[in-house]
């Protein structure tokens, strides 16, 4: 078949140049499909065809699937029957335990972070507390607050709200606009999946991104999930995340999110981070994770009559 494909491509070849195009050409398709079975079995070692997945929903917009228990290429991710990415716990607490919510996107939700290494784990081991990461890359703050219209706040004795600049602005996101790196089946290839998530979603945040318009759409409902929580919550934590521009400029918060804290009572936080805590523009590496942790449990831990005090100030990672 080869030779007869050949013959009607070049019909002025000798047999003998019909023999050395057939060699070189099923060479050249062995070579590829030796590459993308190479590639395949290197990519499922490195566990790129396991991935969290996220699913629609038409109360939240969309959350992490429940109860997952994912080894990715960085580390174990488990996700609970609630959708947080946190040990599985009942909705109500035990008799003397302390019991945190931290809600936010992809921030505190730290995708390519190993379980561990999680601002909310190493939080719950400063504490000795519940930590619950109410989280998913590409929430706004309307998902936010339908997530808790429809849970509640699994009688938390503290909630730590994580805001960035962009929330001002974002609208509530639904399907199907996940970026190219969030999946809602299993992969059928390791391979493809790498290619995904490492060139197409690589591309997708530096080049095809683009921030919401400035609008203002988010800012209601962050004032109006502030309120909810302060009315619902003992104590509620308002925390302003810079972008990595923004945290070496020194960029405050919007006032739409440090004034809607202010008006309820709950305290502020103005995070900063060390020079090594960024992985991209926004999102935070394993060490910025451990920075995120220490400042909010120092603010956890502060005193409640310095913690009225606390509007403004910045809290510097150890």
């Not at 488990?78 to 996107?105: A, C, T």
């Not at 699994?154 to 996940?178: C, G, Q, R």
């Not at 400042?295 to 509007?311: E, H, V």
Request: charged share 20%; net charge neutral; proline share 7%.
């Amino acid at each position: 078949m080869t030779l007869l494909v050949i013959g009607a491509i070049c019909p002025g070849l000798s047999g003998g140049h019909y023999m050395y195009i057939s060699m070189r050409l099923w060479a050249a398709v062995s070579s590829f499909f030796l590459l993308l079975v190479s590639t395949e079995v290197v990519c499922q070692v490195l566990g790129y065809k396991e991935q969290v997945l996220a699913i629609p929903d038409p109360l939240t917009g969309f959350r992490l699937a429940p109860s997952q228990d994912v080894f990715t290429r960085r580390g174990e991710v488990f996700v609970n029957r609630w959708s947080m990415r946190s040990p599985d716990f009942p909705y109500s607490k035990r008799p003397g335990e302390r019991r945190i919510l931290v809600l936010g996107d992809s921030v505190p939700m730290a995708g390519g972070v190993a379980q561990l290494e999680i601002a909310t784990e190493i939080l719950a081991k400063q504490l000795s507390a519940t930590v619950g990461n109410i989280s998913t890359g590409g929430w706004a703050p309307g998902n936010i607050l339908a997530y808790v219209r429809e849970y509640g706040w699994f009688e938390a004795d503290t909630v730590v709200l994580v805001f960035n600049s962009e929330d001002v602005d974002a609208v509530m996101t639904y399907p199907p606009k996940f970026g190219p790196a969030v999946y809602q089946t299993r992969p059928i290839s390791a391979g493809l999946a790498m290619f995904r998530t490492e060139v197409l979603g690589r591309i997708h945040n530096r080049f095809l991104y683009v921030a919401p318009a400035k609008t203002g759409a988010g800012a209601k409902d962050i004032a109006e999930l502030i309120d909810m929580a302060v009315n619902s919550v003992p104590n509620v934590i308002v925390a302003f995340h810079p972008t990595k521009i923004e945290n070496e400029t020194g960029d405050r918060a919007p006032p739409s999110i440090s004034n809607a804290a202010a008006k309820v009572g709950a305290t502020f936080l103005q995070l900063h981070y060390g020079s090594n805590a960024y992985k991209d523009r926004i999102h935070l590496n394993a060490v910025g994770q451990r920075e995120l942790a220490d400042q909010i449990g120092d603010t956890i831990s502060m005193p409640p009559a310095l913690k009225s005090l606390s509007l403004g100030l910045v809290r510097q990672p150890r």
